[in-house]
């Protein structure tokens, strides 16, 4: 099995910023895919940005221009920086990543437990 353990959550003034990571471990044989979902309060759940092994992006609209996505493959860790973060932006920030436990076995999503993003004065 594979494990993600998210870090990085916490409370922040509007304006500031923060930066997510998110590590996956265990009997790892590749990782495509990885990224980052949230879901506020009241609100549904939406993509805020994925990143693929070769490092092509994507953004949700909400956040384009101001979080940004990265990874180093190596440590099959991706982060997310988040600048001028708004009231909207409080969030449990949930992140993923497809991966093959071995050879044989088909590619599988996994997700960690969530970190709480605050954005408050």
């Known amino acids: 099995q594979a494990q993600l353990l998210e870090s990085g959550g916490g409370s922040v003034q509007p304006g500031g910023s923060l930066q997510l990571s998110c590590a996956a471990s265990g009997n790892i044989f590749s990782v495509n895919d990885m990224g980052w979902y949230r879901q506020g309060p009241g609100k549904s759940r939406e993509m805020v940005a994925g990143?693929?092994?070769?490092?092509?992006?994507k953004y949700g609209d909400s956040v384009s221009g101001r979080f940004s996505i990265s990874r180093v493959n190596a440590k099959n860790t991706v982060y997310l920086t988040m600048n001028n973060l708004m009231f909207e932006d409080t969030a449990l920030y949930s992140c993923?990543?497809?991966?093959?436990?071995?050879?044989?076995?088909?590619?599988?999503?996994?997700w960690g437990q969530g970190t709480q993003v605050t954005v408050s004065s």
């Open positions: 990143i693929s092994s070769g490092g092509r992006t």
């Open positions: 993923y990543a497809t991966l093959k436990l071995d050879a044989e076995t088909p590619m599988y999503t996994f």
